[in-house]
């Protein structure tokens, strides 16, 4: 199938509610028009460098969503245009965030990485690190950023049982911080699923799912 036809395909399964981000990441930006005239808006990209790049050469009523591991040093080069930064897990960061949305004269919003899978290699706090700054004084003192959801990635398995308690203890922790709501964190979105474990996700609770290689191919 096409890359339009592998998007028509994965959207036409998708409830309402379940959002759908297109990954680009590695892909040419000829790609990124095919799925961009098929009426994608939304794109996700994991390095800064690459996010950047491809916004610039790129309509402008795209949303770029950050959804790998953000380098505080380089959030600078993001901040005029990011709509959505997945990956934040420590309060340093978050504060760099602040810093550059202030000078940017905007909110940004972002969304908690929540270590669900098993390996080691996965970035992500624990729930109750989040939790704690939620709570902290310091956190309340951050105006340009919103914390809109959370976001988890599962551990790369075939036992599919494994995958689902790991998107079950996402959803969980999210329901619990629902009850911590204030002016910079209100828990909406629940960003978890890729490729390869979209429909367990959304069975599982997902609002939001990250697909890149079911959408343009595998990468090399
Ligand atoms: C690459 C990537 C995806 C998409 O992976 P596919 O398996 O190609 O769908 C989703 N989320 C993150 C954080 C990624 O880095």
Redesign the pocket.
């Known amino acids: 199938m096409s890359i339009k036809e592998n998007l028509h395909h994965i959207k036409s399964e998708l409830p309402p509610h379940v959002t759908l ?1 297109a ?1 680009s ?1 590695t892909k040419p930006i000829s790609d990124l028009m095919e799925v961009y005239n098929a009426g994608q808006r939304i794109f ?1 990209e ?1 390095k800064i460098q690459e996010l950047v790049d491809k916004y610039e050469q790129m309509p402008k009523d795209i949303e770029w969503h950050m ?2 591991h953000v380098q505080r040093n380089k959030v600078k080069y993001m901040a005029p245009f990011v709509r959505l930064i ?2 934040v897990d420590n309060f340093k960061l978050l504060e760099g965030i602040n810093k550059e949305a202030i000078k940017n004269n905007r909110v940004i919003d972002c969304l908690f990485q929540i270590k669900i899978a098993s390996e080691d290699s996965k970035f992500g706090m624990e729930p109750h690190e989040a939790v704690n700054i939620v709570r902290s004084e310091t956190f309340s003192e951050l105006k340009n950023i919103k914390i809109v959801g959370i ?1 988890g ?1 599962a551990t790369f398995t075939e036992d599919l049982n494994q995958i689902k308690s790991e998107f079950t203890l996402l959803k969980t922790t999210f329901d619990s911080f629902k009850t911590m709501e204030s002016f910079n964190f209100k828990p909406e979105i629940i960003s978890m699923g ?3 474990d ?1 429909k367990l996700a959304i069975a599982c609770g997902s609002t939001m799912i ?7 191919g ?2 090399s």
């Open positions: 981000v990954v990441k996700g994991n959804i790998g997945h990956g976001m990635m890729m490729s390869g979209y990250r697909v890149g290689s079911s959408i343009f595998s990468r």
